[in-house]
């Protein structure tokens, strides 16, 4: 079965930490482009960092710049975003996903898991 499964979410205080998980099975996740997205209740999804197969590269949004980091173990078939100095405003749902296109944008990746939800108090 083609899945990914994320998890690490929860609740934690703001300038706190979590590490999420995205782990992938039944397809080739190494020739996956990765990527981490959010959307909190009324907003859109949003492409917060994305990780390339080919060369590794990374990109972030403004807004995660310099607080998250997204990193791979291919032997493992996971990608994990590690976050932290977490502020109020980055709570929302988190999604990981895959997809043939090293982008930013949801509509490049084809194959998304359930989500994990992410609160941060003030």
Known sequence: EVQLV???GGLVQAGGSLRLSCAAS???FDDYAIGW?????GKE?????????????????DSVKGRFTISS???KNTIYLQMNN????DTAVYYC???RTYATAPRAYDLWGQGTQ???SS
């Open 73 to 75: 173990d291919y032997a």
């Open 118 to 120: 992410v609160t941060v």
């Open 97 to 99: 996903a895959a997809g």
């Open 37 to 41: 997205f959010r959307q909190a209740p």
């Open 26 to 28: 039944g397809f080739p």
């Open 45 to 61: 999804r949003e492409g917060i960092s994305c990780i390339s197969s080919s060369d590794g590269g990374t990109n972030y949004a």
């Open 86 to 89: 977490l502020k109020p405003e």
């Open 6 to 8: 994320e998890s690490g």
